[in-house]
């Protein structure tokens, strides 16, 4: 058990500086690209392979439950604990720039998208996933770039001062190949340091006698959005800037989470298991999908409004504990 807290914590150490790698080749690649394409793109992608990783080893063994179990715990975690944190630290002196709100006005795309890409996942996942599925998730996670691509070009096309451009332009050309070797640095970390973390932390839970259904709903997101949430917690602190791109990359792995890590679980069950595979609907699955859909949109609500601030970052302290409670409630039944 001390073996195991020890390495639990050396691993943890190695995800907080690979996560700082990250957020700090993130800051600065937003220069280039603009932070919310950067947030939505490359940050998202990169913090979700821990759960990539989870997802796929949990379908190599058969256990369909787990996968989509972590796949949903995740999206409740982020959507709700995730986002307070978030909130909670760029609107206090826990900031370096404290903000009285956040603005998401130009979020407008990504909140629709995440209404939209939850209820079709849980629409689906009524007769099972299966391969048609898994190509239609693709396509929709292609969408979803594509659209910020647009935007991003569309932005910088509207740039209306060319001495303000020009200077941009000659910093990002400075650090491009430095903020590209951070962020290359920061994923690596992640990609090779979330697997022994994770493990060392189910098997931790596992000595403490731990169920599989807390292991599946809130462990394994824990886990698995652990470097998502620091690198979070470190681009809040940086502040309005930083807070944009945090906004960006917890939207934005929502929508990978309900596209592309749906798109891999289906693949690799046909990938493992034959071209014919369905991963099949359950009764307690089902009602976890509608939980955690209900639960996204609720805490879409307060972004709707354009302005988050300090309440929204409560409330969705109090969503994060409902959810919780009522995933204990559908599991004992």
């Not at 590209?180 to 697997?195: D, N, Q």
Request: net charge positive; hydrophobic share 50%.
């Amino acid at each position: 058990m001390a073996n195991d807290f020890v390495m639990l914590l050396l691993w943890l150490g190695e995800l907080l500086v690979s996560s700082w790698f990250l957020s700090e080749g993130a800051e600065h690649l937003s220069e280039r690209w603009g932070g919310r394409f950067v947030g939505r793109t490359l940050l998202s992608v990169a913090t979700t392979l821990p759960e990539i990783g989870i997802v796929t080893a949990a379908v190599k063994s058969g256990s369909y439950d787990t996968a989509l179990g972590s796949a949903l715990g995740s999206n409740l975690f982020m959507m709700t604990l995730g986002l307070a944190v978030m909130l909670i630290i760029a609107t206090t002196r826990l900031s370096k720039s404290p903000q009285k709100f956040i603005d998401v006005t130009q979020f407008k795309m990504d909140k629709i998208l995440l209404v939209i890409t939850s209820v079709v996942g849980a629409v689906l996942f009524v007769n099972g996933y299966d391969m048609t599925d898994g190509i239609l998730f693709s396509g929709l996670f292609g969408t979803y770039l594509y659209l910020a691509y647009r935007e991003m070009k569309k932005e910088k096309t509207q740039e209306r001062f060319e001495s303000e451009l020009h200077e941009t332009t000659k910093k990002t050309t400075k650090h491009f190949a430095r903020s590209m070797l951070f962020f290359a640095v920061g994923t690596v970390g992640i990609f090779f340091g979330a697997g022994p973390f994770v493990n060392t932390l189910q098997g931790t839970a596992s000595d403490l006698g731990l169920s599989v259904v807390v292991l599946a709903v809130i462990v394994s997101p824990i886990a698995g959005e652990m470097p998502e949430k620091i690198s979070m917690i470190l681009l809040a602190r940086k502040g309005s800037n930083g807070a944009s791109i945090a906004i960006a990359n917890v939207l934005g792995s929502k929508i990978v989470n309900n596209t592309l890590l749906l798109s891999v679980a289906i693949f690799a069950a046909i990938g493992y298991k034959g071209l014919g595979t369905t991963i099949k609907n359950t009764s307690l699955l089902e009602n976890q999908m509608i939980l955690v859909t209900v639960i996204t949109i609720v805490a879409l609500i307060p972004m709707f409004r354009n302005k988050m601030g300090l309440r929204s970052g409560m409330m969705l302290l109090a969503l994060y504990a409902i959810g919780i409670g009522f995933q204990f409630v559908l599991s004992g039944h």
